[in-house]
């Protein structure tokens, strides 16, 4: 495992408003997890900007601490892995397969995950990167409902032996349990950034959990979600893009990114 300097950690908790805590237990697990949530985007901004997804811990680290920037889950769970590993967590990265509206999963190493253990012993699915997901991590061997803010979940065993992640009845994606390393994710990652099967080429999105819901800005639509109630709102102009951007998210940008092809719009997941 690569140490970080303790710098870097500290300017990660202060990028997400944390404290550092006192014990790797679940209580903090969980404050740290919806702090994240609250903070660092689940973005795809750089695949429109041009900029290379670069799946190393340190470039991740100087993009989301640094940059203040966000990413896609390859991105934003191995960084959030690299802060709960620094502070005594056991972190595990897991595969998975989205679930596609037909009911099948994609392609492999198609999400990261996160199998988190506390220093309890207590094991959890910690996951960053899903967008509109579950706000606290889920108890890895619970079987039944699992209620949380973000809806009813519930992890269910397949035949095979993986595990299929349920909102609300609904699978969202399949988890294999064989820990994997940071490399085995590249060719899911390179797939995500060029394939015409995916839609994070053919879609822009920036979206993270607020206090009262959810604001995601698919440029120019601003998707405002109070509790039951959403709002859309096309921005006016570049300049007005660039303030959503700023004073929603925290990101700085000089060049606007555009797609390319396809629907200009998305969701977060």
Known sequence: MTTHEPATIDAYLRRIGAERPGRADAAALRELHLRHLRTVPFENLSIHLGEPVVLDEKALLDKVVGARRG???YEVNTAFAVLLRELGYRVELLQGRVIGPDGKPGIPYDHMALLVETADGERWL????FGDHSHHPLVFEARDDQQDPGGVFRIVETADGDLDVLRDGKP?????LRPRELVDFTAGAWYHQTSPDSHFPRSLICS???EEGRITLSAPKLITRVGGEREERILDGEDEVRDAYRELFGIELDVLPVVRSGNPNSDPR
């Open 71 to 73: 990413g896609f889950c």
């Open 126 to 129: 910690a996951d960053v990167g």
């Open 172 to 176: 969202q994606y399949r988890l294999e």
């Open 208 to 210: 993270r959990l607020t």
